[in-house]
Nanobody, 123 residues
Framework: QVQLVESGGGLVQPGGSLTLSCEAS????????VGWFRQVPGQEREGVAC????????TYADSVKGRFTISRDNPKNSVYLQMNSLKPEDTAVYYC????????????????WGQGTQVTVSS
């Protein structure tokens, strides 16, 4: 049974940093594209970043380029999202998910999803 569990969310001040973790069981993440998405109530789910299965190249939404970094730790079967210079508009529930399609940050192409972790950026 596939399970993805996000952790690391919380309350942070504008300009601060958080690292989110996506830990998997029942699936080996190194064989999948892994993406991070975020959603605010009443709004569409938005792609944030995804990482390739091969050379670990990454795709980022324009809104987070230069601030967020996605990475893998295959021995730990985990994927991370380092978030720096956080802004109030980054506030959302963040989800990790897996895909069999390289380099496309579209939610409809991701099949396995975690339950999400809340990130709140506020003074």
């Amino acid at each position: 049974q596939v399970q993805l569990v996000e952790s690391g969310g919380g309350l942070v001040q504008p300009g601060g940093s958080l690292t989110l973790s996506c830990e998997a069981s029942g699936i080996t993440l190194q064989y999948y594209v892994v993406g991070w998405f975020r959603q605010v109530p009443g709004q569409e789910r938005e792609g944030v970043a995804c990482i390739s299965t091969r050379d670990h190249s990454a795709t980022y939404a324009d809104s987070v380029k230069g601030r967020f970094t996605i990475s893998r730790d295959n021995p730990k079967n985990s994927v991370y999202l380092q978030m720096n210079s956080l802004k109030p508009e980054d506030t959302a529930v963040y989800y990790c998910a897996t895909s069999q399609t390289e380099g496309v940050l579209w939610a409809r192409l991701f099949e396995n999803w975690g339950q999400g972790t809340q990130v709140t950026v506020s003074s």
